[in-house]
């Protein structure tokens, strides 16, 4: 038959994102090469893989049964050049992974380095989203899989949990909070308070751990992303709540970070992909080196420092 593994690729995607633009973006393809490959599989295979009207784009019957059997086809050859070392250091090809901003300092340096070593020509690209965009990423097919803490209670999404981390105070090492062994929240009041926005995962964990805390710090400073309220922190701007995992590894002299009780909240770090939807090959290595590799992160920062 007259088509070939891109043309297979090409109808993949966009029978995933349900998108010739969407497709075409993610392949770095032209909307009119896209559809020249799919017009190409479609006379070859005598079917109408697509129903195109201008509102949107569905599976034929035929093109719903020819979808398990193409993505079969794709990841019963790329398993196999896989398993070949030689060709495997040859192997080309993308691999797209979502993760929250403050897990990827503690996870990916090390699991990138191993996957770049292994496969050379093999391009990652890591969208370092929040944790809604992350699960958001993942069920509309843009990502492989994602790091992240939310979606364990999506009926399309699997979770494999990877660990579980409490939130701390962050500060600089020469302020009086830095000295302490451990904290209430009624004890932050008094200090000036950086949080992260309403509508954020992490936010959201905390805003419900306190729920029924009377007292709760007043915050001065508001921002989006954890690694922003970090670097605040760091600047000597105040204090702030955040992941452990999120603060500088070990070796760094800059912040403190305290343990919270009363209450203790935490959150719990994991894997999603799509459920029943086998991972590509490529794909399927990262996410493996990455569960390999849970514990093997740069050691959070201690819960007390010594002044310097």
């Not at 996870?107 to 370092?128: C, N, Q, T």
């Amino acid at each position: 038959m007259n088509f070939d593994l891109a043309d297979l690729r090409a109808f993949l995607a966009v029978a995933d994102l349900g998108s010739f633009r969407a497709a075409s973006e993610v392949l770095f393809l032209s909307q009119s090469a896209l559809s020249r490959r799919v017009d190409k599989l479609e006379e070859a295979l005598g079917v109408e893989l697509f129903i195109r009207t201008t509102r949107k784009i569905e599976l034929t019957a035929v093109g719903r049964a020819f979808m398990s059997k193409a993505r079969n086809v794709l990841n019963d050859l790329e398993e196999a050049m896989l398993g070949i070392r030689d060709v495997a250091e040859r192997l080309s090809g993308e691999v797209t992974f979502a993760c929250v901003p403050s897990a990827v300092g503690y996870f990916l340096p090390s699991v990138v380095a191993e996957f770049h070593r292994r496969y050379p020509l093999i391009r990652l690209r890591v969208m370092d989203e929040s944790s809604a965009d992350v699960l958001l990423a993942v069920t509309r097919g843009n990502a492989d899989f994602g790091l992240t803490y939310i979606g364990t209670q999506e009926a399309d999404i699997e979770f494999k949990a990877l660990m579980e981390e409490a939130f701390v105070v962050a500060c600089q090492v020469d302020h009086p909070l830095a000295s302490r062994k451990r904290l209430n929240w009624s004890e932050l009041g008094q200090y000036d308070y950086i949080t992260l926005a309403q509508g954020s995962g992490n936010r959201f964990l905390i805003d419900q751990a306190l729920a029924q805390v009377p007292s709760k710090p007043r915050w001065f400073c508001e921002v989006h992303h954890v690694p922003a309220l970090v670097s605040l922190v760091q600047a000597g701007l105040g204090i702030g709540v955040v992941p452990r995992m999120a603060l500088p590894p070990e070796g760094h002299k800059a912040l403190a970070a305290i343990p919270l009780t009363e209450p203790r909240v935490t959150r719990t770090l994991g894997l999603i992909s799509r459920r029943g939807r086998a991972l590509p090959p490529a794909a399927k290595l990262l996410y493996d080196l990455l569960v390999a590799s849970k514990g093997a992160g740069p050691k959070a920062t201690s819960a007390r420092r010594r002044k310097t």
